[in-house]
């Protein structure tokens, strides 16, 4: 997303430093986004490969080469020239002569692009081993999630990165705000006036933000155990979509200012309680390779904020997701209320008004609208008014990672999280995380269990004006 460019994003980094070279996200994602950038001339700057797991540069190149197979059609040309770019630098993180080597494959480079793919546990070993070579100075860092287990441990790792980086050089990337479809709703957000005089408590009765799969862990159950749906997909997905939802329009079109009208909003979450979640397990996931036989980590979250701004204030905003479900999508629904003039009768089972956002697996935006059934009587039914990207005039969009790390490169924090907005982020689901709270079983295939107690329906139906 290219916005009027702040201070930070003034100078672009003059190469790129992927620590955890050979892991399975660059494998999967961080290699095809870099010969994407490559193809459309994005990315005419060295590339420094640093991994502890490999010390042979023809299976380096192998490795880079499968990566690129497995993503698509394959470019000789295109794999050619992104390898041209790349000097690998192998050693151990713990290890200072592994820095050295990595000074010296920077060369007369001043502003790095460091991104580290790594576990959190290396993030304090490798950035002061970044500082020490003096690569920090001037220089940006993109960290993946996950930001911390909750609030003490991401204030730690902030601590951590900001011993090395100023803040508006870190970039905590979650790939979900790069989405196409996710950017869509950005755009779509403030760019229709139909919306926005209508996209407040007075004519919403609820907004639902759903990311479900009909899968299970699929062998992933040891990492599962670790985190849960509420960290792995509610702290972070979740609630950046929410907020990009609930934002308010910002001051400019500044960079900042549309990061803090999303941080706002977050900041204006009240902390969830047992009153505001329902949480699930399938059966069958006890039997999953490296789940506990008496797990009580849930597989399922709904949960409903309260938003505490004038625009929201009494609608909930309902987060769900959960694995091993009737089907896999994600989309965002806004469900209008009733008309407060009723001049046709309606049965009691009319559908409301909606707007929805399908981000995944199809593509979609579509208004739910009532017309009349032909004939005498005046009645109605719901149909869908539904616009679908043409997928043939503008081709896919750039993919996530292609789009971040881009960004990243040249300084725009945009689509990226601070350090304000993963605080308020922890804040709200830190007192539901490891409370005791009872975890119903489901059956796989169905619709997860009853979220009833959490009364969905609006307490309030007026703002001012």
């Given amino acids: 997303m290219k916005n009027v460019p702040d201070a930070a994003s003034i100078i672009k980094s003059d190469a790129f430093v992927f620590f955890g070279a050979t892991g399975d996200l660059g494998k999967k994602q961080i290699y095809p986004a870099l010969a994407g950038l490559t193809k459309a001339g994005q990315l005419e700057i060295p590339v420094v490969a640093v991994a502890r797991s490999l010390d042979s540069v023809a299976a380096f190149r192998d490795i880079i080469r499968g990566s690129l197979e497995a993503h698509g059609d394959f470019d000789a040309a295109l794999f050619e020239r992104l390898f041209s770019k790349i000097v690998f630098v ?16 920077l060369g007369p480079a001043k502003r790095p692009l460091h991104y580290l793919a790594i576990p959190p546990i290396m993030f304090e070993t490798v950035i002061r081993g970044i500082d020490k ?32 980086f100023e803040e508006d050089s870190i970039f905590r990337i979650d790939h979900y705000l790069g989405k196409e479809p996710v950017q869509n709703l ?23 933000v759903t990311m479900i799969e009909e899968f299970g862990v699929r062998g992933r159950g040891a990492f599962y155990e670790e985190v849960g749906a509420v960290r792995d997909v509610v702290q972070n997905h979740l609630l950046q979509i929410a907020a990009l939802v609930a934002m308010e329009p910002p001051n400019d079109q500044s960079l900042d200012a549309l990061r803090e009208s999303r941080t706002a909003v977050l900041e204006a979450v009240s902390p969830l309680t047992p009153d505001d979640v329902v949480f699930g397990q399938y059966r069958g996931y006890r039997d999953e390779p490296g789940v506990a036989p008496n797990s009580t980590v849930e597989t399922f979250a709904a949960v409903r904020l309260n938003i505490n701004t ?16 009737d089907t ?5 629904t806004a469900t209008f209320r009733e008309p407060e003039t009723h001049v046709f009768i309606e049965s009691d089972n009319a559908q409301p008004n909606r707007v929805v956002f399908r981000l ?7 208004i739910d609208a009532r017309a009349k059934v032909p004939g005498e009587e005046m009645t109605g039914e719901c149909i869908s008014l539904v616009a679908r990207p043409d997928a043939k005039t503008h081709g896919p969009g750039v993919a996530p990672y292609e789009r971040l790390i881009g960004d990243a490169l040249e300084g725009d924090r945009t689509l990226f999280t601070t350090e304000r907005g993963i605080n308020a982020a922890w804040r709200i689901v830190d007192p539901v995380v490891n409370a005791g709270i009872p975890v119903a079983t489901y059956e796989p295939g169905s619709r997860g269990p ?16």
């Fill in 133 to 164: 070579i003096g690569a920090a100075k001037n220089a940006r860092v993109i960290v993946e999630k996950p930001f911390g287990r909750s609030l003490e441990t991401a204030e730690e790792l902030n601590r951590t990165l900001h011993a090395a």
């Fill in 310 to 325: 004038p625009r929201w204030r009494g609608v909930p905003f309902v987060l769900k997701t959960g694995k091993c479900l």
């Fill in 186 to 208: 950005l755009y779509s957000r403030f760019a229709n006036t139909f919306l926005e005089p209508v996209w407040n408590a007075r004519y919403i009765e609820r907004v639902t």
């Fill in 360 to 366: 995944s697996p199809d593509v979609f935006t579509a």
């Fill in 328 to 332: 896999s999508m994600s989309e965002v």
């Fill in 450 to 465: 009853d979220t009833s107690a959490l009364k969905l329906t609006s307490v309030s139906a007026m703002i001012p004006g």
């Fill in 90 to 105: 192998p050693g151990d993180y713990t290890d200072p002569d592994t820095f050295r080597r990595l000074k010296d494959a």
